[in-house]
């Protein structure tokens, strides 16, 4: 059975770079075909993709956040990471990392076979 868990930042300050570590037990994040995903979703709105990384390593991410994203991982601890720069308010969400068997685009759970179960990131003064 595989188990996810995000860390807890907690509260974050604008204009600080957010890091959110995921680990995985029960399956390798190397174990081929398996995608590692994070989505988010601010309070009042659906849910946003954004973005993961893949069984090699390799990584893909949504166009809205780009720019301030990377998702780096640690095989030797069967963890990956969201990093996100430059914070401001409009990242205050829920954040969520999320597994699945080949790559999931969507924001709706039933696209994922496992889940953490979230975590809440404050970005305030």
């Known amino acids: 059975q595989v188990h996810m868990q995000e860390s807890s930042p907690g509260l974050v300050k604008p204009s600080q770079t957010l890091s959110l570590t995921c680990t995985v037990s029960?399956?390798?994040?190397?174990?081929?075909?398996?995608?590692w995903t994070w989505i988010r979703q601010p309070p009042g709105k659906g849910l946003e993709w954004i973005g993961y990384i893949s069984y090699s390593g390799n990584t893909f991410y949504g166009p809205s956040l780009k720019r301030r994203t990377s998702i780096p991982r640690d095989t030797s601890k069967n963890q990956f990471t969201l990093q996100l720069t430059s914070v401001t308010p409009e990242d205050t969400a829920v954040y969520y990392c999320a597994g699945s068997v080949g790559p999931s685009y969507g924001s709706t759970w039933s696209e994922y076979g496992y889940r953490g179960q979230g975590t809440q990131v404050t970005i305030s003064d």
């Open positions: 029960g399956a390798s994040i190397t174990t081929d075909n398996y995608y």
